[in-house]
């Protein structure tokens, strides 16, 4: 391998670095668009995706103005954010200077950016388009192994499969004579993708000081399949391996640019003009841009007032005489149940923990090849649960649904059968959804996930549950009942419905974690084992499964194979006492979103349920909408307040955790994925076009898990809906950072900083903003120094 060789390959691994994964439709946990930038501070990946991407990373300043006209941002507000940026003027100063100028795209770094001529039929696309949809297609076939029944010859990789089609039927091109010449210079690119990368540069010259821009602004005209490319490349390194997609898709792109030149090399030829606009946009210094310090004053006015509320709020309070014990996700919706919960219940505490409650778990179905995880996706699965398979005849079913032509003969094949079934799905019932509706991959025997798990070793369980009871919110002394709650949601006719999921269980339902967790501490063996380790349960504490069902705010107790009769028996007392939290917990739902604000109490329940199972909603809830919070700390910092489901609830307690391991673990789980939930969220709100997947009425199923297409063209769409963040009227999600508020000394901080350099880094550059409770109130982390928080900080 030569220098040359060296060097692009290390600037292609640079430019892939970049881009995001994107995980597919049937578990479509959040994440950060913008986690491969996370090296940059907050500017400088705002200038990089501006100058590269024309994306951006807050609002149209209008939308500021807006805001502080309504007095929700203030001039105190707008002063600090101009002190931190090291602004050396007034807010009214400041203002008066007018509105920043509309932003313009990007300079043409592409050379096909230069080529003029008419591309596609009659002119109607230009070349970008073009290659977009080219690979675009191509892509789409290549990964599909679900849902087409017709499947490509996948001979060789990816490059080589494209650049077989590429031979076999070239673009549409504006004449016969330039039809020749790109079927002449298609049949003379090589054959690898690395030998491509050769001729690339033989031929176009790329200067290194530009390499990996280039690299980058390459990837992100297909950034919907890039970021698919690097979520199988994330897979293959949770695995232990590796992958080449990344790199043989840059190829793909490379292969274009060789195609698109036209080897002139005068003053005013293309090429000439490309590499005078990379030279220009190399020495362009990052701009410390208005949206910017609009959008800090929009975060800080944001965080005031909860930082006032937390500031006078308790410390820790021991779990002494409660009788109920409810162990809740961290996710946002959990936080308005709890609060109802408290208020039912006025004996009962409630936890905030990991929705997977620490299961590495995978699930599988017999005979299948693919597992699917049902953990963080930080993490690989440490076990698989094997599921009985489904059904033949809904597997013929679905793979004649898939057939071609079949749009035009399922329901003449099927008759008054799918006529019936159509009909019910127009005028849905008023049930509560069915553990199998909430979760496609499973079948009724879903259950049996609690017998797969009986076959671990009863050591490695004890060993796992003796830290996880702690960090539970349980102490020594244990209620009479402990409920373990997880969450799922329900929707129809919704491709993106596991983004609704919890997140901590890779986009799933949280019911078969709590299902096994509470089979496992039932059992004799291990509660013997944990009481050999200082962890003695009495014998009349039960551990109830739960489910939280988010979009109707029900609470459910779960029956499984071979419960005891006592834990039945608990199960049919406290149900009562979980409907009456529920039916408080959704009355907050009155009067928003066209509901009635005097509706009556089951009216509303069977509304909600409704629009889970209506396969024309397109809003079945606003899921994570909203957040704006990650607080670790006793429930009795939060106990008191209404947080208005904008918090994630995470339950920690220092002086239990001397070495900051548990705030360490903290960080770089519960803290990281409420980090990716908040940067997705945000991400949809301030580029919807990049980062937003666009009108769900418009959705096409690509691969059958893939993702989507908006329309049947185009690149692969990632992120949310914007029904999922816009009502229809207004944007339902404010794009702010997230504030990690911390209970903790700053020395254990620092300790569990130095154990997270990863979380550090966010820190330090600015992608999150990091407080903690001190005795004085609210400190604010700032280049190494807590300082008071609320008031204008000092660069």
């Known amino acids: 391998m030569t220098s040359a060789d060296t060097l692009w390959q290390s600037a292609a691994q640079a430019a892939a670095s970049r881009i995001a994964p994107s995980w597919p439709l049937d578990s479509l946990l959040a994440s950060s668009p913008y986690w491969g930038l996370r090296s940059q501070s907050f500017e400088q990946a705002h200038h990089t995706l501006q100058s590269l991407a024309d994306s951006r990373l807050h609002l149209d300043e209008a939308d500021y103005r807006q805001q502080y006209a309504a007095g929700q941002i203030s001039n105190a507000d707008l002063s600090a954010a101009l002190q931190e940026a090291g602004i050396k003027q007034s807010a009214v100063q400041w203002l008066q200077q007018g509105q920043a100028e509309r932003h313009t795209a990007p300079a043409r770094l592409l050379q096909s950016n230069w080529r003029q001529d008419a591309a596609g039929h009659a002119g109607l696309q230009n070349w970008q388009q073009v290659i977009t949809q080219q690979i675009s297609q191509c892509c789409a076939a290549w990964f599909d192994h ?36 790109l079927r002449g210079a298609i049949a003379a690119l090589p054959q690898d993708h690395h030998a491509l990368f050769r001729h690339a540069q033989e031929r176009l010259q790329a200067k290194p000081s530009w390499l990996s821009d280039w690299f980058y602004v390459l990837l992100q005209r297909n950034s919907g399949w890039a970021a698919w490319c690097r979520y199988q490349q994330w897979q293959a390194e949770l695995a232990g391996t590796a992958s080449s997609l990344p790199a043989e898709l840059l190829a793909m792109q490379l292969a274009w640019e060789c195609l698109l030149d036209d080897g002139d090399r005068t003053p005013d030829s293309h090429w000439q003009h490309w590499h005078a606009a990379w030279d220009a946009q190399s020495t362009i210094p990052p701009v410390n841009a208005r949206g910017l310090i609009w959008q800090r004053a929009a975060e800080l006015a944001s965080h005031a007032p909860l930082l006032s509320r937390l500031s006078v709020q308790p410390a820790a309070t021991e779990l002494a005489g409660a009788d109920i014990h ?27 923990f990991a929705g997977f409650f620490g299961l590495p778990l995978a699930i599988r179905f017999a005979g299948e090849d693919r597992s699917q995880p049902r953990l963080p996706g930080l993490l690989a699965p440490s076990w698989e649960a094997i599921m009985p398979s489904l059904e033949k005849g809904l597997q013929e079913w679905g ?36 553990l199998a509706e909430l979760d496609p991959w499973l079948n009724d025997k879903d259950k049996s996930m609690v017998s797969a798990g009986r076959q671990l070793n009863t050591d490695d369980i004890v060993a796992s549950l003796e830290h996880l009871l702690p960090a539970m919110g349980l102490g020594q002394r244990f209620p009479r009942t402990v409920l373990l709650v997880g969450h799922a949601s329900h929707s129809s006719n ?22 096994l967790l509470s089979d496992w501490l039932q059992r004799p063996a291990v509660r013997a084992g944990l009481a050999a380790r200082g962890w003695a349960i009495p014998t009349a504490t039960l551990f109830l499964p739960v489910l939280h069902l988010t979009h109707s705010d029900e609470l459910q107790v779960l029956q499984a194979d071979g419960q005891s009769p006592a834990l039945q028996q608990r199960g049919l007392q406290v149900q009562p006492l979980l409907d009456e939290a529920a039916s408080l917990a959704r009355s907050r739902r009155a009067g928003q979103d066209g509901i009635p604000a005097d509706i009556h109490t089951g009216k509303l329940l069977s509304l909600l349920r409704q629009k889970g199972h209506h396969w024309a909603e397109t809003r079945p809830e606003w899921g994570l909408a909203g957040n704006h919070s990650f607080i670790a700390a006793p429930r009795s910092r939060t106990a008191a307040l209404n947080l208005h489901g904008r918090a994630f609830l995470q339950e920690y307690d220092w002086r239990q955790d001397p070495q900051a391991s548990q705030l360490a673990a903290i960080f770089g789980g519960p803290l990281v994925v409420a980090h990716w939930i908040n940067m997705q969220y945000f991400a949809a709100v301030t580029d919807p076009r990049r980062y937003g997947s666009g009108n769900k009425l418009l959705h096409n199923v690509v691969g059958g898990r893939i993702g989507v297409f908006e329309g049947n063209s185009g690149d692969l769409r990632i992120g949310l809906s914007k029904q999922s963040v816009h009502d229809g009227s207004q944007w339902r999600h404010a794009p702010l950072r997230l504030a990690a508020c911390i209970d903790a000394p700053a020395r254990l901080i620092s300790l569990a900083l130095e154990q997270q350099p990863e979380v550090a880094m966010l820190v330090k550059r600015r992608w999150l903003h990091l407080y903690r409770f001190a005795e004085t109130g609210m400190e604010y982390w700032r280049n190494g120094n807590w300082l008071a928080a609320g008031l204008p900080h000092g660069a």
């Open 494 to 515: 919704n491709p993106q419905a596991s983004a609704l999921q919890c997140g901590a269980c890779g986009g799933h339902g949280g019911h078969l974690h709590v299902l």
């Open 326 to 352: 409810a162990v809740f996700c961290i996710d946002v919706r959990s936080e308005p149940m709890r609060r109802a919960l408290e208020q039912v219940l006025p004996a009962a505490t409630t936890a905030g």
């Open 146 to 181: 679900d849902q087409a029944e017709w499947q490509p010859d996948r001979h060789g990789r990816l490059y080589q499969n494209w650049l077989a089609e590429m031979a076999l039927q070239p673009p549409p091109s504006p004449d016969a004579a330039a039809r020749e010449r």
């Open 399 to 434: 793979s004649f649904q898939r057939a071609p032509l079949s749009s035009f003969t399922l329901v003449e094949s099927a008759g008054l059968g799918k006529a019936g079934k159509l009909l019910r799905k127009a005028f849905p019932g008023k049930r509560r959804a069915t």
